[in-house]
């Protein structure tokens, strides 16, 4: 629409941090991209940030490092930045920018796509319902990921993060439809071996295939860590809105990217929020993260996998804060559970995920999932708090129960959240796990799923006499015990306890059935 | 025509300056650019103003122009309304999407209401009568739940002289025409408002009547009037969405407007999906059809989040100057600050805290203040109300950011989320400790005179319990339980039922996710009942282990899943059951 300047200026007038003022530029648009060239014939890109008659602010995203203002020569392009996109971008490797960087000749591009997209318009939003079975238990029993959700990885420095979104991007399906993920991988300021490591663990199952990766290292010029994301998610709605394909993102370290645009506000002066990030972060990383979801009509979707690590391990810090504010749900890595020994070190109860009601249950997982999830969140919430307490009081001064509920912490951290990076669980594992461990907890915690089995005919005609059969047994028992000395009594009383159990749970189910208080007195 | 048109000079982001804008007014509305986005004047110095716009500005150029219109923002307000979905300025979303596809597009220019559809019009005046403002000259039926009143405008009066006959018409069509003083008036089905000013009504009432949510910890601990206002502040994860969802879906309004600002697209797409499947408790019709979406999600431009707040409220005074009991929900009015702290920072405005422009107190009293039960305009003495429901998104959950501190200045209740409560699962995760309300006294003599006796006091006893369990829990936490006497752990056990079976409430279980009134009062007054016959039976020396031993406890705790709304006689029977229970272990 708007004729293309071929006008190169000469007049930068200052050069501050990664911006850079030039003059006397005419007819320059709003956010047009900007080719910069060095005295030495060495090209860099930017943006117009501001513009006005006569002046333009420009953000330089391989930074300023070694620019004069004498000498440099700034060419408007006329145009927004723009990616090159095409399905044979897949398999490659590119630079934070888009340029590939693997030593092969860059993809013949189908299409070119603002990198800074559209919103999705809310009304044409399909509802996301799809459950993604990742084979990681306490994600896919308790955090449940949905296709087209955005799910970020709050983490600490020296956390495996890494592992787990490798381990998620590996062994991430929807069950009954054999259709793999395509992977688009961001690395945001990550180092040369958390890059490397990616790449190894995607070769490793020929994932890399199906893979994109957008590498801004650590030694990369910071202020490009502002487009590798956008980059990315231009691929991945390509991709996902125009080839139908599902496709998963993963961006790593969100933390970098804020950091960076911090660092650009700051030399633009700006008025700074909390901890000097700019007032606009929110709407800022919102424009990346929103940028995930389901469209009506289209069969692709874009699921997205934020990793940030939390300075100081602080949630409340505006990164990880105002990126929960966005995101539909988190799931939290905890310093305590890794040093421990167990991996994945999930923090499963400041972990959520909004979305998981809608994707579990029957015809989607199993129609006991809610019920289970539920009880594992409850009774392990209410261990914690037992944990806290024996801290305190000591833990003989807690009850039997209590104590009960205290190794089925222990238990459930051990048994049901530790697998290893290579075990790919699958969803009915994952659900018989959680029943085996919750049936070491007295009655009340799995009162409901027992009242689910006993209330059923089963109950009348079979348990009925099995318990009779026990009181039996029970009394049996005592009587041995008593004749054969104490060798035996150690398996005895644990045959106790058991039949105990089953004495307790039946009478909870013969209440809520029959409402009566005779057959407890029977019993 | 020439001064009509002025010139773009710099653009930083959604503010741009423009010169050579002769006689521009503040709000005024104008076209920017080429592609004529919207955008609104924010501030005029000689014939320069700022303006704020309300679409991406990428690729505009200094140099092009910038069209004058002469009016403010405004919101076109006539039948059509109920059940869409807009943006921030008033566009339907999904003509939107007809028009440019999935994604939203900019320059794109729509009409708020169909003007290809008839209504049927009915009309009430005769030619020769005497009108105000504010009365009624017919009814549409915009949807089976919502006769649609057409009233004279702000401002005019005098003699019908035309008065359409009963028959469809477009809502451009003139349905009547007031004379006065040889001055005519043309009425057609709709009329515009600017958005920044509030509707006038002819009185204010006192916020006597509790808006019904059907959720228990509100309805009975933290109870909003119609025409009140509350705040719902919460980190993330504690389910301000939730709960403003359930309320959207179950309180006894008749116009429910819930606008998303600033918050998630999926959010959205789900209430777009689940409320046409709800039914209206009290009339059983689709939600829908009482219902009003304004989405302006966090990645849409934020000045347009900046005016949906106006949009969505001006709407809200449109149907309460009806006579009808609107209840505007606003998601997120954190994310609102955000939109003003970002114009005000791309002005280079002084800062006042964290970066929020000064401004931001009186903004926010302005919206609050246009909340209220109020007889309206018009001679009828119709009664309607707005009340307003804001979340607030404090960063990091710490209440004492200027958002939140300055809201709870100009609200009247407090529902205060508690991540300790969400971690665990506690959901609704208001705090009982720290929530309040200042229409409890106003409103109980509804709840005594329609639902039951002795409300202000029962309500007042479960607080009682829940706050000595505040106490005693500091005592648990160094001694351990078993150090109180008998009476406190029952203090302790009852104040655990009440939490898990009363105050707890799931959204998503078919029974327990809306409880009527009725229903919310029987169990009150069982889970007192309970408490004061367990304390009485602890007085006779009965051991605390058998009174939690007792089997109706299972029923009490249960009882929200598994007594129907329209069931509550069961809930007597457990009475009954109650007391037998205790009268047998005291027996025995």
Known sequence: MHKVTSIEYYSVRDIKGPLMIIENVSNVAYDELVEIETPTGETRLGKVLEVGFGLAIVQVFEGTTGLSPKGTKARFLGKTFELPVTEDMLGRIFDGLGKPIDGLPPPVPRDYLDINGAPINPERRDYPTNFIQ????????????????????????GLPHNMLAAQIARQATVIGQEEEFAVIFAAIGVQHDEASFFKKSLEETGAIKRSALFLNLADDP???????????????????????????????????????????????????????????????????????????????SITQMPILTMPNDDISHPIPDLTAYITEGQIVLSRDLYRIGIYPPINVLMSLSRLMRDGIGEGKTRSDHPEVASQLYASYARAQELRALALIVGESSLTPTDLLYLRYAEVFERKFLAQSYYENRDIWKTLDLAWEVLSMLPKKASASKIIELYNSEYFLFKAFPLIITFKLCNKYLEKYAKSNGEKFEAIINSLKCLIKFLLKACSISINLKLGGNSLISFL | MSSKVGKISWISGPTVRAEGLEGIKMYEVVYVGYDKLIGEVIAVSGDKAVIQVYENTSGLRPGEPVYKTGEPLSVTLGPGIIGRTYD??????????????????????????????????????????????????????????????????????????????EGEYYITEVIAEITKNENKYSVNLYQKWPVRRPRPYKERLEPEVPLITGQRII???????????????????????????????????????????????????????????????????????????????????????????????????????????????????????????????????????????????SRLAEFYERAGRVVTLGRDKRIGSVTVIGAVSPPGGDFSEPVTVHTLRFVRTFWGLDSALAYSRHYPAINWIISYSLYVDSIAKWWEKFIGKNWLILRRKIQEILQKEDELKEIVKLLGPEALPDNEKLILDVARMIREGFLQQNAFDPIDSYCSVEKQYKMLKLFVEFYENAKATLEKGISLTKIRSMPVIVKLMRCRYTVPNDKTEELDKLHQEIIDSFNKIISE
């Open chain 1, 134 to 157: 990742t084979g990681i238990s306490a994600i896919d029993g308790m955090n449940t990921l949905i296709r087209g959700q955005k799910l970020p990885i709050f983490s600490g420095a």
């Open chain 1, 222 to 300: 910071a202020f490009e860590r502002i487009i590798t994301p956008r980059i990315a998610l231009t691929l991945a709605e390509y991709l996902a809105f125009e080839k139908d394909m599902h496709v998963l993102v993963i961006l790593t370290d969100m933390t970098n990217y804020g950091e960076a645009l911090r660092e650009i506000s700051a030399a633009r002066e700006e008025v700074p929020g909390r901890k000097g990030y700019p007032g606009y972060l929110y709407t800022d990383l919102a424009t990346i993260y929103e940028r995930a979801g389901r469209i009506k009509g289209k069969k692709g």
């Open chain 2, 219 to 361: 309805d009975i601990l933290f109870p909003i009037a119609k025409g009140g206002t509350a705040a719902i502040p919460g980190g993330f994860g504690t389910g301000k969405t939730v709960m403003l969802h359930q309320i959207a879906a179950w309180c006894d309004a008749r116009v429910v407007i819930y606008i998303g600002c600033g918050e998630r697209g999926n959010e959205m797409a789900e209430v777009l999906v689940k409320f046409p499947e709800l039914t209206d408790p009290y009339s059983g019709r689709p939600l829908m059809e009482r219902t009003i979406l304004i989405a302006n999600t966090s990645n849409m431009p934020i000045s347009a989040r900046e005016a949906s707040i106006y949009t969505g409220i001006s709407i809200a005074e449109y149907y309460r100057d009806m006579g009808y009991d609107v209840v505007l929900v606003a998601d997120s009015t954190s994310r609102w600050a955000e939109a003003l702290r970002e114009i005000s920072g791309r002005l280079e405005e002084m800062p006042a805290e964290e970066g929020f422009p000064p401004y931001l107190a």
């Open chain 2, 88 to 165: 921030g300025v008033q566009r339907p979303l999904d003509i939107i999407a007809l028009k440019v596809g999935f994604f939203v597009k900019r320059g794109v220019t729509v009409d708020p209401l169909p003007t290809d559809r008839k209504w049927f019009f009915e009309p009430k005046v005769k030619v020769g009568e005497e009108v105000v403002e504010g009365d009624i000259l017919g009814f549409v039926q915009e949807t089976p739940l919502i006769k649609h009143a057409i009233m004279v405008p702000i401002g005019i009066e005098g003699k019908v002289s035309y008065i359409a006959k």
